[in-house]
């Protein structure tokens, strides 16, 4: 894992690191805990409680009542322009030129403590690359809690399996499929038997973001603890000609998801 510092880097050095395998951790950006700040307030507008009330059970609602006002949160901020434009200085904050950035939607991921009760379709996630799902080979990923979190209640990693081929069912899943069906995983996922030392983790505090290739082998972790992240993914239509994007080692779909890629500035979709 390499710890950066907030600071502008040439993006092709960003794009080689982890399309190598490596996980950055960019530490302390102004702009992410704007993005966070103003998630907690659309929280706590929603919720009519703080998000400490909200995991410290101090909130009288009943499961059904938070499950609609996640929904309502995760609605809220896919369209909050605060936060588009939080994200899109974060990403020039670090060297991005925003015209070759096509971007995923934003999603909010709630974790329930271990063996708790997960809010609707977003289940904890078994252990996938984002490619399988894609099959956008120069995918990155951003991810970031909107609260400190340990280690152990974090997302991981297995950089071991990231030039290695990994069994999975690409081939049946689909996206359709999990549209229409609530119990249909997020991602195709693999059962092969990952060992906990071959996990990698991170304690982040706020304001810290994980960077790792769509292809990085990763899956949900729990705890004792709740959890909610913010993630998004984006792809950098720029200096193409200077990366190797990782091969497709395993992925056994053909379907190429662009749509699900605009680019930042024009809304364009992914061409
Ligand atoms: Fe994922």
Not at 41 to 46: A, D, E, G, L, P
Not at 76 to 88: G, Q
Not at 158 to 166: I, S
Request: glycine residues 4%; charged residues 25%.
């Amino acid at each position: 894992m390499k710890k950066l510092p907030i600071k502008l880097y040439d993006p092709t050095f960003i794009q080689k690191l982890v399309f190598n395998g490596e996980v950055i951790v960019f530490e302390k950006s102004t702009f992410i805990n704007r993005i966070i700040e103003t998630t907690r307030n659309h929280f706590n507008k929603i919720f009519g409680v703080t998000l400490e009330d909200f995991f410290d059970d101090n909130d009288n609602l009943a499961f059904s009542t938070k499950e609609r006002f996640f929904f309502q949160l995760q609605n809220k901020i896919k369209k909050c322009s605060e936060i588009k434009a939080n994200f899109s200085n974060f990403l020039k904050e670090v060297g991005f030129d925003t015209k070759y950035v096509f971007k995923d939607q934003y999603s909010l991921r709630y974790s329930p403590k271990l063996n708790g009760k997960a809010f609707g379709k977003l289940k904890p996630t078994l252990p996938h690359r984002d490619t399988w799902a894609s099959n956008l080979f120069d995918q990155i990923n951003f991810w970031f809690p909107i609260h400190k979190i340990s280690a152990g209640n974090s997302i991981y990693l297995v950089p071991k399996y990231f030039k290695k081929k990994v069994e999975n069912n690409s081939k049946s899943w689909t996206f359709e499929k999990f549209k229409k069906n609530d119990d249909y995983p997020s991602a195709p996922y693999t059962k092969i038997n990952i060992q906990d030392n071959e996990k990698v983790s991170f304690q982040l505090d706020k304001g810290n973001i994980l960077c790792f290739s769509g292809h990085q082998l990763h899956g949900s972790l729990q705890n004792k603890k709740q959890r909610i992240n913010f993630e998004t993914r984006v792809i950098y239509k720029s200096n193409l000609n200077k990366i190797i994007i990782p091969k497709n080692y395993d992925s056994n779909s053909k379907v190429v998801k662009k749509n699900w890629f605009r680019n930042i500035t024009t809304n364009k979709y992914l061409d």
